[in-house]
């Protein structure tokens, strides 16, 4: 079994910074990507952003120049540093994980979500 943990949430004002983390844990064999999604109140869930295992990103346009994405491949952790926060980036976090084992057999597992709540 295999579960991720988020911690990092919380409450901040516009302008400031917040760092979320997650760590994977279990019977881990290789996890192909790592990323964090968001949904926001009234909205469908969204992609914030992700990493590889060669460490390439990708980011939702609203996010780009403010959040920076970071993994660990030894921890198996991922990291989403927010800096510049709008009231618009209030919502549940969540991180996500593409885990692979030999055979060809893979498994995405989801995070419990954490609030971020940015104050204006």
């Known amino acids: 079994q295999v579960q991720l943990v988020e911690t990092g949430g919380g409450l901040v004002q516009a302008g400031g910074s917040l760092t979320l983390s997650c760590a994977a844990s279990?019977?881990?064999?290789?996890?192909?990507?790592m990323a964090w999604y968001r949904q926001i109140p009234g909205k469908q869930r969204e992609m914030v952003a992700t990493?590889?295992?060669?460490?390439?990103?990708n980011y939702a346009d609203s996010v780009k120049g403010r959040f920076t994405v970071s993994r660990d491949n030894a921890k198996n952790t991922v990291d989403l540093q927010m800096n510049s926060l709008k009231p618009e980036d209030t919502g549940v976090y969540y991180c996500?994980?593409?885990?692979?084992?030999?055979?060809?057999?893979?498994?995405?597992?989801w995070g419990q979500g954490t609030l971020v709540t940015v104050s204006s």
């Open positions: 996500n994980a593409l885990l692979s084992w030999p055979g060809g057999r893979y498994l995405e597992i």
């Open positions: 279990g019977s881990i064999f290789a996890i192909e990507t």
């Open positions: 990493v590889n295992s060669g460490s390439s990103t």
